[in-house]
């Protein structure tokens, strides 16, 4: 599964490493991961769909 999502240390949209699903405090889906240039966490908000 690759998911984008932008990276704020780097400026740009990177492929998510290790992306964790979870939710917010106020119960609306995310994903957590890694970028796989500067190791920030990267938050995607919302439902993604999965490619199959």
């Known amino acids: 599964?690759?998911?984008?999502?932008?990276?704020?240390?780097?400026k740009a949209k990177k492929v998510m490493l290790n992306p964790v699903a979870g939710t917010t405090k106020n119960g609306k889906p995310l994903l957590k991961g890694t970028c796989p240039d500067c190791k920030t966490t990267l938050c995607r908000i919302g439902a993604v769909k999965e490619n199959k």
């Open 1 to 10: 599964m690759s998911i984008e999502a932008y990276c704020v240390k780097c």
